[in-house]
């Protein structure tokens, strides 16, 4: 059994042991349009892949721009069908990652644009695992790097299935067409590429710089605890600021202030963690709201903004511990 997470709270003042990345894992909050979030766990067997054929880009042909695609002219390929447009040269993209990417969709009889990200001006985030996102995309960007462009063509067998998607009116026998700018991709060895942010007092801890993937040192000074609330930066991002309503995805590390005991990491898990602000104690809240994406921080949670009297069972925290956390801030869902 996987090791859970232990600073969700929901509602407020109560705790529970939420399962790093649960169903909130893969959310674009894309409002009632139709996101290649899976429906269901399929059960399908891998596809064959081919080349073709594929419709037309006929505007919006550049990386970035939002395409304008063609009806499909005769019968779609009933495998699933896969061109590289524009080819990156970023990181390579590995099942299980969450990729940043915006798309377009539509079906491939009429040309209908069932969703599409450029409209929002938001990238959407998900993570490339079954059960996450319909198969079609898992196989069709597995392999492909950051800064291309990929056009494919998904039959129901890897799409919606035969019960289609009545909210985007796509029905059971529809084939889609996507157009994804694959933006970014982050794995359990992202970390935070900001700039360093000198740690000058001595009464707080200190957190390790090293941006290699692995788990950052914190240091914990043999002082008292802070007993109001602390963030800060230990690497500044350029990215866009974190409101108080957002989803981020994150690497986090938690030790306890008195004795410096790690009680909760996602490199021990080897797996980043998504959640919504609203969801998690008050002082992840407060902490990270207004950081910026790329960051790492440094946050010092008092007892009261934390667990209190009230620690997870089994978490190994004492009650009215001072908790101290090193997060990196990846994307902001």
Sequence with gaps: ??????????????????????????????????TPEASATSAAPAPKIVDGPLPAITAGTKFGEKPTVAKGSGEPSKDLAVKTVIAGGGKAVAENDF?????????????????NSY??????????????????????LTGKKTGSRVQFSVPPTWG?????????????DDTLVFVVDVQDTFNAKS???????????????????DTDGKAPSIEVPKADAPKKLVAEYVLEGDGAEVGAQDTVLVQYKGV????????????????????????????????????KVGSRVLIVIPPDLGYGD??????????????????????KM
Aim: charged share 20%; hydrophobic share 35%; net charge negative.
């Design 1 to 34: 059994m996987r090791r859970r997470s232990l600073f969700i709270a929901v509602p407020a003042g109560l705790v529970t042991l939420a399962a790093c990345g649960d169903e909130d894992s893969g959310s674009s909050n894309a409002g009632d349009s139709a």
């Design 99 to 115: 990729v940043s990417a915006d798309y377009l969709g539509q079906v491939w009889q009429s040309a209908k644009v069932f969703d």
């Design 119 to 140: 409209d929002r001006k938001t990238p959407l985030i998900i993570q490339l695992s079954q059960g996450s996102i319909i198969d079609g995309w898992r196989y069709a």
């Design 160 to 172: 919606y299935g035969e019960q289609g998607n009545e909210q985007a009116g796509i029905k059971g």
């Design 191 to 209: 970390s935070a590429k900001g700039k360093k942010v000198p740690q000058d007092d001595a009464a707080l801890p200190e957190v390790g710089t």
């Design 256 to 291: 306890v202030w008195d004795g410096g005991k790690e009680f909760d990491s996602t490199y021990g898990r080897k797996q980043l963690t998504s959640f919504s602000l609203q969801q998690v104690v008050k002082g992840w809240a407060q902490g990270l709201t207004g950081k």
């Design 310 to 331: 009230n620690p997870p069972q089994g978490s190994g925290i004492e009650k009215d511990s001072t908790l101290v956390f090193s997060v990196d801030i990846l994307a």
